[in-house]
């Protein structure tokens, strides 16, 4: 080999690495250990954190960025500021922080910060804090990051707080300094408006100090019980209560990408222990009405059969425990745990948490950016949390997804939808997001149902968790997930429900004799259930694949020839002469306009 073909190979050799490189996954991890001294009197509290950083990444970082979610909760934060300004507010939010006193707002403070034992630049930019490193990580290298800082809790206003309308203490959501991501598209440094979240996975190590009569419930397992009491401890061993006005608590949580605790000193702590060695915890204050109280005791057998639905249809949840708290300002799902308003009636008790449990598999342990893509979050849950009612509470619904379809056709009727490719915090309306995040990511699994049959997706979802569980999924995975199940190219599917605002819209054209001919109207192409309806009063059920499929559902129906989607009508010819012809039945198509979607003719017109 000469000179010139060797340069030629060596070069080859090298973008092959490359390539190879940057198309396997890799995530980052990030393990806290942190130290923390509240002061319930002041709601302010000291803490010293460590963390051990790996950098998995195929990059060499010269920064790292940390969340301060606290600093939110300041007049004239960008939160602040978004809220009076955009033109539907949340109602909880509204003016609410800039009339906070400064006994009242939040705040993260940095007082030092090392990287292996030295000191580091870093600025505070309202909720994030910019480091500049004093030696770069390269990578497959760990460094340790070591902070002292002081905070203080917010009145309640957004998720986390003090003192929340129902009287809970302490409601401790994104309380601490929080490690950005860093995956394969760089840094995710949002500043926090109040949407949602984007984590590291670790494991964490987390000391607290609090006043002796609270009691704490969280993430993690309590990793000393005997001496904090409050319904932990072993009955069969003696507690050994620590003199003195303040107890300690100690924590680890292995494999979450976040730490919350909730605390308040008349907090009831039940334990509802699973057959297969689960442990549900629930916290509610025992001062609320009887009413109330029995709620709370109906709820846990009830969510026993949550988390089994939910490992059933999913995949197995792996932590040995999971607590229902009382707490923040509705409901908010976090690492082991959620923090839910607790005056409610039963099904409006049981409805939070059938939400909030089901976010444990979509997005905590399916760690999508729900920043970015928060249809798969808050979309996906609802999918799967409507269909858990249904079968635990025996509604009998049909379809429970169609409050979903309802709020899709809303913001559509409204002209005010958005792509669901926009970034959570940049929807020009509080509502046109909540639909395209809830009702229309809902609607993209059970319309999925409809393009390659509920069999494949139950597959899918089942294969999805197998192999992005524990992982930072994209929107491509749960495709490819569906795609691998199904056999089915899904690739158009992706593109229009979710970076496109095109919609459906099918119709009868026209039926003559024999012969039917559809129509497409809207831009969205689709796969077509026909429903014919015959002279003699029989019924045939009709199939036409989209061809951009490459394939068809299982159906009992007839499969014709597929529809090429420029094609803007399609005929085909029945066996016998036609009543009439009804596009998609079952109405899991989320078709805008469903007065073309039936079509009838009059007896006496019938050719004979």
Not at 67 to 73: M, Q
Not at 116 to 138: C, D, W, Y
Not at 371 to 383: I, V
Request: glycine share 8%; aromatic share 12%; hydrophobic share 35%.
């Amino acid at each position: 080999m000469n000179m010139k073909h060797r340069i030629a190979f060596v070069l080859m050799l090298s973008m092959l690495g490359v390539f190879a490189q940057n198309t396997s996954y890799w995530q980052q991890q990030a393990d806290y250990t942190m130290d923390i001294d509240m002061d319930v009197k002041t709601y302010q509290y000291k803490g010293k954190q460590k963390i051990e950083y790996t950098n998995n990444s195929p990059d060499v970082l010269t920064h790292v960025y940390y969340h301060l979610y606290f600093n939110a909760f300041q007049p004239n934060s960008q939160m602040d500021i978004r809220s009076r300004s955009i033109q539907d507010p949340d109602g909880r939010v509204k003016d609410r922080i800039s009339k906070l006193a400064p006994n009242e707002i939040g705040y993260i403070k940095v007082n030092s910060l090392k990287q292996n034992g030295r000191a580091v630049k870093f600025e505070t930019v309202g909720t994030i804090l910019e480091v500049e490193l004093s030696k770069p990580i390269q990578p497959g290298q760990k460094a340790t990051f070591e902070m002292d800082f002081k905070a203080q809790v917010p009145k309640q206003i957004r998720r986390s707080g003090r003192n929340n309308k129902e009287g809970v203490a302490l409601s401790m959501a994104q309380w601490y300094p929080k490690m950005a991501e860093y995956d394969f598209e760089g840094w995710h440094t949002p500043p926090y408006i109040g949407r949602e979240f984007h984590g590291i996975w670790g494991n964490f190590d987390v000391t607290i100090h609090i006043d002796k009569n609270y009691v704490i419930g969280g993430t993690g397992y309590l990793q000393n019980p005997q001496q904090v009491g409050h319904g932990y401890e072993d009955k069969n061993k003696k507690l050994k209560l620590p003199k003195g006005d303040k107890i300690t608590w100690k924590f680890k949580a292995p494999d979450v990408h976040d730490f919350t605790w909730a605390a308040d000193p008349e907090f009831n702590h039940d334990t509802y222990k699973m057959d297969n060695g689960i442990d549900l915890h629930f916290f509610y204050k025992k001062t609320m009405k009887e009413d109330f109280l029995k709620n709370w005791k109906d709820l846990q057998p009830k969510t026993a059969e949550l988390m089994k639905f939910f490992s059933e249809r999913i995949g197995q949840y792996p932590y040995k425990q999971y607590s229902v708290i009382q707490g923040g300002d509705g409901g908010m799902e976090y690492a082991m745990c959620t923090l839910i308003t607790g005056q409610r009636s039963f099904n409006s008790l049981f409805g939070v948490t059938n939400h909030e449990l089901a976010h444990t598999w979509f997005q905590f342990l399916l760690a999508t950016n729900e920043s970015k893509h928060a249809w798969m979050d808050e979309g996906f849950t609802s999918y799967i949390s409507a269909k858990a009612g249904n079968e635990i509470l025996k509604r009998g619904r049909k379809n429970p997804h169609s409050g979903s379809y309802r709020g899709y056709g809303f913001i559509v009727q409204r002209g005010v939808e958005e792509s669901l490719t926009t970034h959570s915090d940049r929807f020009d309306l509080n509502a046109a997001y909540g639909v395209a995040s809830y009702s229309k990511g809902a609607v993209f699994l059970s319309q999925l149902e409809y393009v390659i049959g509920p069999e494949n997706v139950v597959k899918g979802l089942k294969k999805y968790f197998e192999d992005f569980s524990f992982k930072h999924p994209t929107p491509n995975d749960i495709k490819r997930s569906m795609e691998k199940v199904s056999g089915i190219h899904l690739d158009w599917y992706l593109n229009e429900w979710t970076q496109t605002t095109h919609t459906i819209d099918y119709g009868v054209k026209s039926i003559d004799d024999k012969t039917v001919t559809l129509e497409r109207v809207g831009k969205m192409p689709m796969p077509i259930d026909v429903e014919v309806t015959y002279t003699d009063g029989t019924k045939e059920m009709f199939n036409i694949p989209l061809r951009m499929m490459r394939g068809e559902k299982p159906t009992k129906a007839k499969i014709l020839e597929d529809w090429g989607w420029a094609h803007p009508s399609y005929s085909f010819t029945t066996s016998k002469l036609v009543r009439s012809v009804e596009i998609d039945p079952s109405k899991l198509m989320a078709d805008v306009n469903m007065e073309n979607n039936k079509k009838e003719i009059e007896l006496e017109k019938i050719k004979e």
